[in-house]
């Protein structure tokens, strides 16, 4: 079941068990008056209390990424629901702290994902940091092979955003050439330029000018 953070029942989510099932990874109920799946976070309801007791959130893709870390004791946690994150979805977010740490796959199309989710974390005035899991893991099967206390101390060790997207343009090779660090360079800029605050934004461009002695 999906609740809205009031509590109800608006829709429902799946995780496929074969590898070989023809459908999607995840599978939620069709969109309606009451459900909309880019509107809502899966757990919200479940999480919102320990959410604002710890001043931040757990940002996970999937429904069983969250509840198998839920199950592990770590309950400032919300899922995104397989679907890409939006607006709607900060703005819910916002209601209950301002601080965000995105732990998405280490996969390629979890670092794109979540490179497109700092942007708009940085637009609706949020701080973001990412917290990046070894290869081939999610976050259900990371908590089942080494337990909650290592996915907490891997959210303790949760990066910025500058040194995040630093870290994904190096395992590309890209910093190894000035026109690799250029490129990285930009890629953050264009990503500080994204904030609203400006003192916060000069802190950010002083802190880059620093890192890579510009």
Partial sequence: PIFSPTGRVVGFGARKLRPDDPLGKYINSPETPVYNKSKILYGIF??????????????????ADLITVYQAGIKNIVASSGTALTSDQINLIS??????TIVYDADSAGSAAALRGVDLILERDLDVRVASLPEGEDPDSFVKKHGGKAFQDMVSGAV???DFIAQAYERQGKLATPEGQAQTVRTIIGTIAKMKDELKRNFYIKHVAEKYRL
């Avoid at 479940?46 to 429904?63: M, N, T, W």
């Avoid at 209601?95 to 965000?100: E, F, P, Q, V």
């Fill in 160 to 162: 910025s955003f500058v």
């Fill in 46 to 63: 479940q999480s919102k209390e320990a959410i604002r007791e710890k001043d931040f959130v757990i940002l996970v893709e999937g429904y």
């Fill in 95 to 100: 209601r209950y702290t301002k601080n965000i």
